[in-house]
């Protein structure tokens, strides 16, 4: 449940988990930037000194662009997650690679993430042979859900991480609760690990 279903995978060529040759993670959050969350995460990874990487929705860039420069000024990646965080199952594909290419003029890279992970087998193709790199996951934390307490979200992340793991958390105002509660206990625990936190390139 906390990985993608294995036909997706089959189906959808991505970046599901890094290279475990190094003993490095991958901190990863959706759907920002939000005022209520995004600079509350900062400030926690600031003060760890390590850097992350923020899916970010291009609505939410074109509202607070500040903030979006904020992320990227404090030496932070940065990759696409679609002008509305449309899912690609239940969306036109020509409409959903017109946003997808809208976010991107905005994010300045070709790092991008299906929101939901949801994308078809012809989206995916379009999306590669556009150039775009297709970032999924191997460890998804279940933060924005109201279901689990933050110690489950904090369990799930220590239950299925390993070397070379892309975690998924959320700087969205569903996960707040979840995420700036553990967040710090997170990257404790990773380090204490000895795993190297690193952006993605």
Same mark, same amino acid.
């Given at each position: 449940?906390?990985?993608?279903? $294995?036909?997706?995978?089959? @189906?959808?060529?991505?970046?599901?988990?890094?290279?475990?040759?190094?003993?490095?993670?991958?901190?990863?959050?959706?759907?920002?930037?939000?005022?209520? +969350?995004?600079?509350?995460?900062?400030?926690?990874? %600031?003060?760890?000194?390590?850097?992350?990487?923020?899916?970010?929705?291009?609505?939410?860039? @074109?509202?607070?662009?500040?903030?979006?420069?904020?992320? $990227?000024?404090?030496?932070?990646?940065?990759?696409?997650?679609?002008?509305?965080?449309?899912?690609?199952?239940?969306?036109?594909?020509?409409?959903?690679?017109?946003?997808?290419?809208?976010?991107?003029?905005?994010?300045?890279?070709?790092?991008?993430?299906?929101?939901?992970?949801?994308?078809?087998? %012809?989206?995916?193709?379009?999306?590669?042979?556009?150039?775009?790199?297709?970032?999924?996951?191997? &460890?998804? +934390?279940?933060?924005?859900?109201? $279901?689990?307490?933050?110690? =489950?979200?904090?369990?799930?992340? $220590?239950?299925?991480? %390993?070397?070379?793991?892309?975690?998924?958390?959320? =700087?969205?105002?569903?996960?707040?609760? %979840?995420?700036?509660?553990?967040?710090?206990? &997170?990257? @404790?625990?990773?380090?204490?690990?000895?795993?190297?936190?690193?952006? @993605?390139?």
């Amino acid at each position: 449940m906390y990985q993608p279903n $294995k036909i997706l995978k089959l @189906l959808c060529p991505a970046v599901y988990q890094i290279s475990t040759a190094g003993h490095n993670v991958y901190l990863t959050f959706d759907d920002g930037p939000c005022p209520n +969350s995004t600079p509350i995460i900062l400030d926690i990874l %600031r003060q760890h000194n390590i850097k992350a990487t923020f899916f970010c929705v291009g609505d939410n860039i @074109l509202k607070y662009p500040e903030l979006f420069a904020q992320i $990227k000024s404090e030496g932070h990646q940065v990759g696409n997650h679609t002008m509305h965080h449309s899912k690609g199952f239940f969306t036109n594909t020509n409409d959903y690679i017109n946003e997808i290419d809208e976010c991107a003029a905005l994010i300045g890279n070709n790092l991008f993430r299906p929101p939901h992970g949801l994308i078809t087998p %012809r989206q995916n193709g379009i999306l590669r042979n556009k150039g775009y790199k297709i970032i999924q996951w191997d &460890v998804i +934390s279940y933060d924005w859900d109201k $279901k689990h307490s933050p110690n =489950d979200v904090l369990q799930i992340i $220590k239950s299925n991480t %390993r070397s070379g793991s892309i975690i998924v958390m959320h =700087d969205s105002i569903k996960a707040a609760p %979840r995420t700036l509660k553990i967040l710090d206990s &997170v990257i @404790l625990w990773l380090k204490s690990q000895n795993y190297q936190l690193k952006p @993605l390139d």
